[in-house]
C-alpha cells in the first residue's frame, strides 16, 4: 500500500501543495500558543470570540455536569436530550424559521439535505466557487450536477431554463470561504422562484456576523423563508462552539429526520456541545458590539491594506484574503509573517483554483486595533509589493 501510495504524497511536496497541522497550546483566541511559541492568531473563524468566553465555558461544563460527556447513541435511537430540543428550538426562533435540525458538523448537513432533496431525474446547481462540502453533496446525489459561474443570476438562470423535469435545487454559499464575499441572494432568490427551483444557502461564514442580531445573510438581506427555504449554518465558527443546523419548514426537516442519511447513522452531538451552544446563541445576539467592532476593524484593515497596495479581494466580511498567486510564494510570506509572531494560513490549490494561492487573513471581534496595525505593518515589510 505505502510504495503505491507514496509518489502522490511526493508530487503534492513537489508542487509546494504538502498540507501539516501545527499543534495549539493553547485556548482559541486572538493570541495563541503554536507548537511552543506565542502568535497573534489571523486565521481562526472563531469571528465573535466566543469560543473561549466564560459563560460558554461554564454552560458547557453544567451540561456535563448534567448530562454526561457523550450522548450515547443517534438522536433517533436514546442519543436526544432535553438540551438538544432547546437548541434546535432556540435556533429555529433565531433564525425565524418553524423548526431546525442538529448535525454533528457542517459537511455532514450538507451531504444529508442535498442528497435527502434530490436524487436520479433531479437537477442541482452549484456557485463555481461552493465549499467542497456542498459540491459533494451534488455529486453524490446522483442528481444532473451543473455549476455555475460565481455569483452570476444570469448564468443559473440559463441554466434552470435548460433544466428538464423533476426537482431542481440551487445551492449556495451565503458567505463564500475562501474569497470572503457575500452571494447576491435577492437575485438568486428570484431567479430560483422564476424557474421553479428551490435555493438552499450554507451560511457557515454569515451566521453569528451578519444581519441586525447575527441571523446571518438571509437576514442581511431581508428575506423569508419562502424565498430561500433551505438554510444551513454551522456552530463552530461565530457561535465559538461546533456543530450544524438545518432550518425550515415542518416538512423539510421532518424529511431530514428519515431521509437524510448522515444524520440518520451518526451519534448525536455531546449534550454539553448543545449546552454551550445555547449560551452561545445568547451571546450572538445580545452582544451586539462584537458584529459592530469587527466591522470597525473589518473597515481599519481594508484602509490600511489598501494603502499599502497590497492585493485585497472585495470582501466586507470577517474573510479578507491576499492573493499570492504562486503556492511557493505563499508560503514564503506565511512563513516571514510567522516569524514575526503572526500566525496566517496559506491556502493552495486544491482548496483554491490554481494560480490563486493565497493568504486567509481572518478578523475577529477578539482582536484589537493593534493587533491589525501590527499585522499591516508585518505585511509591509514582506510582501512582494514590485
Not at 37 to 62: K, M, T, W
Not at 207 to 224: C, I, K, M, R
Not at 251 to 259: C, G, M, R, V, W
Amino acid at each position: 500500500m505505502d510504495e503505491v501510495l507514496a509518489p502522490a504524497l511526493a508530487e503534492r511536496q513537489r508542487l509546494d501543495l504538502q498540507r501539516s497541522r501545527r499543534t495549539l497550546d493553547s485556548a482559541q483566541g486572538p493570541a495563541v500558543r503554536v507548537d511552543s511559541r506565542d502568535y497573534v492568531n489571523f486565521c481562526s473563524n472563531d469571528y465573535l470570540g466566543l469560543a473561549s468566553h466564560p459563560e460558554v465555558i461554564a454552560a458547557a461544563r453544567q451540561a456535563a455536569a448534567d448530562y454526561g460527556v457523550g450522548s450515547g447513541a443517534s438522536h433517533l435511537v436514546c442519543g436526544h436530550t432535553i438540551l438538544h430540543h432547546q437548541l434546535e428550538e432556540r435556533i429555529a426562533a433565531f433564525t425565524g424559521r418553524p423548526r431546525a435540525l442538529l448535525f454533528s458538523t457542517g459537511y455532514m448537513a450538507n451531504l444529508g439535505v442535498i442528497t435527502a432533496l434530490v436524487g436520479r431525474g433531479d437537477s442541482v446547481f452549484e456557485d463555481r466557487l461552493n465549499h467542497a462540502s456542498l459540491l459533494d453533496g451534488g455529486l453524490l446525489s446522483g442528481a444532473r450536477f451543473q455549476r455555475f459561474a460565481h455569483n452570476d443570476p444570469d448564468a443559473l438562470e440559463r441554466g434552470l431554463a435548460k433544466a428538464e423535469s423533476g426537482r431542481k435545487l440551487v445551492v449556495v454559499d451565503g458567505v463564500f470561504s475562501m474569497d470572503g464575499d457575500i452571494a447576491p441572494l435577492p437575485e438568486l432568490a428570484a431567479v430560483a422562484a422564476r424557474r421553479d427551483a428551490w435555493l438552499m444557502v450554507d451560511d457557515a461564514h454569515g451566521f453569528g456576523v451578519l444581519g441586525a442580531n447575527g441571523a446571518g445573510s438571509v437576514a442581511h438581506f431581508g428575506l423569508t423563508a419562502a424565498q430561500v427555504p433551505v438554510l444551513m449554518g454551522t456552530l463552530g465558527k461565530s457561535a465559538g462552539v461546533f456543530g450544524a443546523f438545518v432550518a425550515g419548514s415542518e416538512t423539510l426537516i421532518e424529511t431530514l429526520i428519515q431521509f437524510a442519511r448522515p444524520y440518520i447513522y451518526t451519534t448525536a452531538l455531546p449534550p454539553m456541545v448543545a449546552g454551550a451552544t445555547l449560551a452561545a446563541i445568547d451571546l450572538v445576539e445580545r452582544e451586539a458590539w462584537r458584529r459592530d467592532h469587527l466591522r470597525a476593524l473589518i473597515s481599519h484593515w481594508r484602509s490600511g491594506a489598501k494603502s499599502l497596495g497590497l492585493p485585497v479581494l472585495d470582501s466586507d466580511t470577517a474573510i479578507q484574503p491576499l492573493l499570492a498567486g504562486d503556492a511557493a510564494q505563499a508560503l514564503a510570506i506565511s512563513a516571514a509573517l510567522a516569524e514575526r509572531g503572526l500566525w496566517v494560513t496559506a491556502i493552495r490549490p486544491p482548496t483554491v483554483p490554481a494560480g490563486t494561492a493565497r493568504l486567509r487573513v481572518t478578523l475577529t471581534a477578539a482582536h484589537s486595533v493593534a493587533q491589525v496595525d501590527r499585522l499591516l505593518e508585518a505585511l509591509a515589510e514582506v510582501w512582494p509589493l514590485s
